[in-house]
Nanobody, 125 residues
Framework: QVQLQESGPGLVKPSQTLSLTCAVS??????????WSWIRQPPGKGLEWIGY???????YISPSLKSRTSISRDTSKNQFTLQLSSATPEDTAVYYC?????????????????WGQGTQVTVSS
């Protein structure tokens, strides 16, 4: 069974880059048809889908975040990374990584085959 674990700084200063890593176990991030997403939930708000990286390394980012977001991977470590530049307090959220068979651009937990526990990131000076 695939398991996901997010890691990264819990506190980021405004204008800095928010960087998180998702370690995947129980399966390879290069397995055909698997897609690996980042999703976040700001305090008091719903889930927001950020983007994904596919098994072949292709990425797709939400248009609302595309200008300052990148997703990459390290196949040797079986992990993928989110980078969100020019962070603002509005980026404060619990960030989740998730895995699915087939590409997903939605933030509905039940549509994913694996979901991390989430990590709190606060953007504040």
């Amino acid at each position: 069974q695939v398991q996901l674990q997010e890691s990264g700084p819990g506190l980021v200063k405004p204008s800095q880059t928010l960087s998180l890593t998702c370690a995947v176990s129980g399966g390879s991030i290069t397995t055909a048809r698997y897609y690996w997403s980042w999703i976040r939930q700001p305090p008091g708000k719903g889930l927001e889908w950020i983007g994904y990286i596919g098994y072949s390394g292709n990425t797709y980012i939400s248009p609302s975040l595309k200008s300052r977001t990148s997703i990459s991977r390290d196949t040797s470590k079986n992990q993928f990374t989110l980078q969100l530049s020019s962070a603002t307090p509005e980026d404060t959220a619990v960030y989740y990584c998730a895995g699915s068979i087939g590409a997903k651009t939605i933030a509905t937990r039940e549509r994913y085959d694996a979901w991390g526990q989430g990590t709190q990131v606060t953007v504040s000076s």
